[in-house]
């Protein structure tokens, strides 16, 4: 499997933990997409004789690069979410935010309406700078809730959408391009499901991103 696109990290009887290359899906949007993370990752893991279907346990989007759950079988999917649902889960995001943030850190408070569900949610996001550049900020973030796009949501929410943002904000409105929203899911710890052992685990900067700041 050395033609695969993604990379495992860490891989027991009940966990897999997967580094995502940004364009990838993690699994079929309703359009049926075939080659998706997890249609990868379970064609890779049946090839080697492993039984049991590996789950995600939590989302990140196509354009998002990094770390990524997936747990085998649907028991121990469902002991790892709940670890999502009690957010004991610890989960920190690089972005990138078009202008200069004057806060080195804040929290962000912003409700989301959720179209599934036909309802406002409130969300909550930590974030510090960690670097200022000329047209942009570099930005550690946390999610304190898990609601979909809610980084992406919120930057833009402030005035500072993510660097390469196209749903959230107007892509002309800004003279710095990048071919995709500047996303990466950094860093994860989490309780493992069997040996009740905290698991950690950080993914470096993708080289799209390390080309933006000229390293």
């Not at 499997?1 to 990290?9: A, D, G, N, T, W």
């Not at 009887?13 to 290359?21: C, D, G, I, R």
């Not at 660097?163 to 409105?173: P, T």
């Given at each position: 499997?050395?033609?695969?696109?993604?990379?495992?990290?860490y891989?027991d009887?009940?966990?897999?933990?997967?580094?995502?290359?940004s364009?990838?899906?993690?699994?079929p949007?309703?359009?049926?997409?075939?080659?998706?993370l997890?249609?990868?990752?379970?064609k890779?893991?049946h090839?080697?004789?492993?039984?049991?279907?590996?789950?995600?346990?939590?989302?990140?989007?196509?354009?998002?690069?990094?770390?990524?759950?997936?747990?085998?079988?649907?028991?121990?999917?469902?002991?790892?979410m709940e670890?999502?649902k009690?957010?004991?889960v610890?989960?920190?995001?690089?972005?990138?935010?078009?202008?200069?943030?004057?806060?080195?850190?804040?929290?962000?408070?912003?409700?989301?309406?959720?179209r599934?569900?036909?309802?406002?949610?409130?969300?909550?996001?930590?974030?510090?700078?960690?670097?200022r550049?000329?047209?942009?900020?570099m930005?550690?973030?946390?999610?304190?809730?898990?609601?979909?796009?809610?980084?992406?949501?919120?930057?833009?929410?402030?005035?500072?959408p993510l660097?390469?943002?196209?749903?959230?904000?107007?892509?002309?409105?800004f003279?710095?391009?990048?071919k995709?929203?500047?996303l990466?899911a950094?860093?994860?710890?989490?309780?493992?499901?069997?040996?009740?052992?905290?698991?950690k685990?950080?993914?470096?900067?993708?080289?799209?991103?390390?080309?933006?700041?000229?390293?």
């Open positions: 499997m050395s033609e695969r696109r993604y990379k495992i990290l891989e009887e009940a966990v897999v933990v997967v580094e995502k290359p364009g990838m899906l993690v699994i949007s309703p359009k049926g997409e075939m080659n998706t997890a249609d990868l990752l379970n890779d893991l090839s080697r004789g492993v039984e049991a279907n590996a789950h995600p346990c939590h989302r990140i989007d196509r354009e998002t690069s990094g770390l990524i759950v997936f747990a085998k079988g649907k028991k121990f999917q469902g002991l790892l670890e999502f009690k957010r004991s610890k989960k920190s995001y690089i972005a990138f935010v078009h202008g200069k943030l004057k806060k080195n850190f804040d929290t962000i408070s912003l409700s989301i309406y959720n599934n569900k036909d309802r406002v949610q409130d969300a909550v996001t930590r974030y510090r700078v960690t670097r550049f000329p047209d942009f900020t930005v550690e973030v946390e999610p304190v809730t898990g609601r979909t796009n809610q980084i992406r949501i919120h930057f833009a929410g402030i005035g500072h660097v390469g943002e196209s749903l959230f904000c107007f892509r002309k409105d003279d710095l391009k990048f995709r929203t500047a990466h950094h860093a994860i710890a989490f309780k493992h499901p069997v040996t009740g052992k905290i698991m685990f950080e993914s470096p900067m993708p080289d799209d991103m390390l080309n933006l700041i000229g390293q």
